[in-house]
């Protein structure tokens, strides 16, 4: 009867150390996908910061093509047989510095 006792005492203890073991654990799990979830969602926030800064750089860069290929056509600009020549170039030059300031 008392050894019953004795085994049923330390059976009660060794469930209890258990169960505070399982909830520690469950607490650790709980924070590491807490952790892991704001992480990803940092991540995912600078991803889209730098997409939408180089999706700016990208517009600016077609808006100056464009506005330089606009300059050039509404100056007449290499409309003659030899697109290569040095009064072409100079009148691209121009629209691009002009474009530039």
């Given at each position: 009867m008392i050894f019953g006792r004795m085994i049923s005492k330390r059976r009660q203890i060794a469930?209890?150390?258990?169960?505070?073991?399982?909830?520690?654990?469950?607490?650790?799990?709980?924070n590491r996908v807490r952790e892991l979830s704001e992480i990803h969602f940092e991540a995912y926030r600078k991803v889209?910061?730098?997409?939408?800064?180089?999706?700016?750089?990208?517009?600016?860069?077609?808006?100056?093509?464009?506005?330089?290929?606009r300059c050039m056509s509404s100056q007449g600009l290499c409309s003659h047989k030899?697109?290569?020549?040095?009064?072409?170039?100079?009148?691209?030059?121009?629209?691009?510095n002009f474009l530039k300031g």
């Open positions: 469930e209890r150390f258990l169960s505070e073991g399982n909830g520690e654990a469950t607490r650790l799990r709980g889209e910061e730098v997409r939408g800064l180089a999706d700016a750089k990208a517009s600016e860069i077609y808006a100056k093509a464009h506005n330089l290929r030899s697109k290569t020549s040095l009064w072409c170039f100079l009148r691209r030059l121009t629209c691009s």
